[in-house]
């Protein structure tokens, strides 16, 4: 999966990566999303990942927060940025697990 497709711009926490993806990548598919509202999904392995969604001018601002448990029990913190458009594919690294998935916005 590439970084990022065209029309969504990200920033993170993370340095970048370099040549090749992670190989730990988790494709979250099509997710709708209440604005402001945390949104927690699980990947296995001592870690989750917590997107919050919010309306922008031109689309959607999700923010994500990447929670690992490593070995001796600790937990570490990746985070990032995504703007994307309604239904548009999108993807972000964090750490070294690369999270896409296609948002949408609950309309009330």
């Known amino acids: 999966m590439a970084a990022c497709v065209i029309g969504c711009s990200k920033s993170s926490s993370q340095p970048p990566h370099q040549a090749s ?7 979250l598919g099509a997710v709708e999303f209440t604005e402001q509202t945390p949104t927690q999904f699980s990947f296995g392995d001592g870690k989750s990942c917590i997107i919050t ?3 922008i001018s031109d689309g959607i601002g999700l923010k994500l927060v990447l929670l690992s448990t490593n070995t001796d029990g600790t937990v570490a913190r990746s985070q990032g940025q995504i703007e994307t458009r309604p239904g548009q594919q999108c993807a972000i690294s964090l750490g070294d697990t690369m999270v896409g998935l296609t948002p949408t916005l609950k309309t009330p």
């Open 53 to 55: 969604a919010r309306q």
């Open 21 to 27: 993806a992670p190989s730990n990548t988790k494709d």
